[in-house]
């Protein structure tokens, strides 16, 4: 019966995970410095396997999205080695990093 009850709580939950709204404008920072998120200056960090990634860091926040071609291929421009970030990634916020 326990296990039932678990179910059924489990399948409303999920249903009601469905009613959030989900039109929040992503393009929007909406931490303490709220601005355009092209207001931010963006860096590239390299992955591990040499491909590109566009990075932001904002402070408390950051943002990262793989960088890719006009054919939606990954972007592995060798412009630096792995696991290194390189351009003006941190500026853009009067926040300053903690860490």
Do not use: F
Not at 46 to 72: F, M, N, T, V
Not at 75 to 85: E, K, R
Request: net charge positive.
């Amino acid at each position: 019966m326990k296990a039932i009850k678990g179910v059924a709580l489990l399948a409303a939950a999920a249903a009601l995970a469905g009613c959030v709204d989900n039109k929040i404008d992503k393009t929007v920072d909406r931490g303490i410095d709220s601005k355009h998120l092209s207001q931010l200056k963006a860096g590239i960090w390299i992955d591990p396997q040499g491909c590109d990634h566009w990075i932001i860091d904002d402070g408390a926040e950051g943002y990262l999205s793989q960088r890719l071609d006009k054919y939606g291929k990954p972007v592995c421009s060798g412009a630096a080695p792995p696991n290194t970030a390189i351009g003006p990634y941190k500026k853009g916020s009067g926040i300053s990093d903690p860490i």
